[in-house]
């Protein structure tokens, strides 16, 4: 079973849309997770941080279920600025981050 | 500017030729690690180092070697490229447990 996994896409989404990634991990002994965003031939950057009692940053909510080893992101009135890829990513060990392949969104208007 | 700074953006290499890509932080990040990103199998780890003069292998390490001399640079090196090695790599740092991790631009090599 993979680390992390994630939906790849691509989500196709018209402005105004709200829509929702989903990712799940392995390994029940995580202690950070993440989302990144990464546009196309660029490099990652912090999306923001998960914590378990979920946490919102204007458009974007982060939740987290450590019971079912999930983590989701939700992202309101979409814009086309939104288009990315974004990475789950979770912490396991003291150092070691572990990135999920991504999901792609496309915003259509 | 607080910055992780790889170089070259891009490099087209032929087989057997060895390389050096380089990676300066200027954060005094204890934390700094390589990836490489291919399409399809995500961001998998290299090389990582936990402080100067301390390294470990990551996921996919064969072919690569790294050394952290100093704190703020940590170059990724292929004695002797091969077509397989084509791929977008990048170097992050961080500063401790649960914290953002901070990407290069990115380095394309292409090996002929």
Known sequence: ?109 | EAQVTQNPRYLITVTGKKLTVTCSQNMNHEYMSWYRQDPGLGLRQIYYSMNVEVTDKGDVPEGYKVSRKEKRNFPLILESPSPNQTSLYFCASRLFLGTEAFFGQGTRLTVV
């Open chain 1, 1 to 109: 079973r993979k680390e992390v996994e994630q939906d790849p896409g691509p989500f196709n989404v018209p402005e105004g849309a709200t829509v929702a990634f989903n990712c799940t991990y392995s390994n029940s002994a995580s202690q950070s997770f993440f989302w990144y965003r990464q546009d196309c031939r660029k490099e990652p950057k912090l999306l923001m941080s998960v914590y378990s009692s979920g946490n919102e940053d204007g458009r974007f909510t982060a939740q987290l279920n450590r019971a079912s080893q999930y983590i989701s992101l939700l992202i309101r009135d979409s814009k086309l600025s939104d288009s990315a890829t974004y990475l789950c990513v979770v912490r396991l060990g003291s150092y070691q981050l572990t990135f999920g392949k991504g999901t792609k969104l496309s915003v259509i208007p």
